[in-house]
């Protein structure tokens, strides 16, 4: 696809200073990309250009992101996207595939404006079938007709203070239970290190293996977190955070979760633990040392992640954190009501297929996994 020629009504800046708008294909290598995701204070690691080419190299998916500059060559917007062809919903454009939350990131409203408008006409004018967005921000829909807007499943959020000696996890309850978890863990021979090699992926994935088999949700391949190490690792944008305890002569590791960091944001993105071995609370002292060492790093946003509808213990074990629920959404054009769930609702199945799903060898799951991602 080459430059979108935009109508006047979106090429203009209605203020007294007019300001020429161009939306064109923006390519991985630009290095605009990454200087304007790095200015950009609503940025998530996933808006990151490096992200992008992870999932290009992962599952194969085609390029079609879009950029938004002005007549001086500057950046003003930036809307990752992907073409996938589904088996199920047919070729569409995704911001972002097998990614929680993406979507436009804009300096200014005109630019997110002329964003949308230019990845609506794609579908309009292209062979892709839809768009789908994912994005915190619930205003997309009023900036472009045609797109509709539903509620996704909350992700957790704890704001932390600028000076760490202020930072409060919960309530006094949950501060009790926490500081008691942590006393047992530690007295346990509990301990955290951050994974020194690729080993330690290997050995992490298969414990990530067995966790979200067991909430019947297909894994993302173990290639997704070899780029990770490879890519995102080297410059600090990524952290996996190992809980090991040593018994019987050998040092067994418990749980792990991967970290993702960009700007003053830390995602917990992706946990795998032995559920075998829960009494020794892994999780919390992982999250106890990342969240600590984050603050004091000057990061200001900590999230837990999403929560599937229903699932209350794991809302109940994020907000003993002090985090607070923050809504996300998903935007379609055309509109698409129930797509989302019905479709394309990775985790959501009926209960025979859940209990098909939870009894077979991880080492099946691993490889269905990454076709239901590519495929589905």
């Given at each position: ?9 979106h090429?203009?800046?209605s ?19 990454e200087?304007?995701?790095?200015d ?32 001086d ?18 070729l ?15 300096s ?9 408008s230019a990845?609506?006409s ?6 892709v079938?839809?768009?789908q ?23 957790y959020?704890l ?17 009790y ?82 970290f993702?960091?960009h700007?003053?944001?830390v ?6 633990r ?30 837990l ?50 209990w098909?799903w939870r ?18």
């Open positions: 696809m080459g430059s979108l020629a935009l109508s006047d009504a090429a203009f800046i203020d007294p200073i007019r300001r020429e708008l161009r939306v064109f294909e923006l390519a991985q290598e630009d290095p605009r990309w200087r304007f995701v790095a950009n204070p609503n940025a998530l690691p996933y808006h990151h250009p490096i992200w992008f080419q992870m999932l290009r190299e992962t599952f194969g998916y085609k390029p079609a992101a879009l950029g938004c500059e002005g007549s060559g500057c950046l003003s917007g930036v809307l990752p996207m992907l073409e996938k062809r589904s088996l199920l919903a047919g569409h454009l995704s911001s972002l595939p097998n990614t929680p939350v993406a979507g436009p990131l804009a200014d409203e005109e630019s997110l404006r002329a964003l949308l990845a609506m794609r579908v309009d004018h292209c062979s079938r839809w768009l967005l994912k994005s915190p921000s619930p205003a997309l829909g009023g900036l472009a007709d045609g797109l509709g807007r539903f509620a996704w499943d909350a992700t959020v704001d932390m203070p600028d000076d760490p000696g202020k930072l409060r996890l919960g309530n006094s309850h949950n501060r239970n926490i500081r008691a978890a942590l006393r047992k863990a530690i007295r346990s021979g509990v301990t955290v290190r951050d994974a020194s090699s690729l080993d330690d992926v290997r050995r992490w994935y298969h414990l990530y293996l067995g966790t979200v088999r067991a909430h019947s949700i297909p894994p993302r391949p173990f290639r997704m977190f070899e780029l990770i190490w490879e890519l995102l690792e080297p410059q600090g944008r990524a952290r996996l955070l190992l809980a090991e305890r040593r018994t019987g002569g050998r040092t067994q590791v418990l749980a792990g979760t991967v993702l960091f700007g003053r944001t995602m917990a993105a992706f946990n795998g032995d559920r075998s071995q829960l009494e020794f609370f892994p999780n919390f002292v992982i999250h106890w040392k990342a969240i600590t060492e984050a603050c004091s790093a000057g990061f200001r946003r900590y999230d992640g999403e929560v599937p509808l229903g699932n209350d213990g794991l809302a109940h074990f994020k907000m003993k954190w002090g985090a607070k629920p923050v809504e996300l959404y998903r935007y379609h054009y055309p509109r698409a009501g129930g797509l989302e769930r019905g479709t394309l609702g990775v985790g959501h199945l009926p209960p025979a297929a859940k098909a009894r077979l060898p991880l080492s099946v799951t691993a490889v269905l996994g990454r076709w239901i991602y590519r495929r589905l």
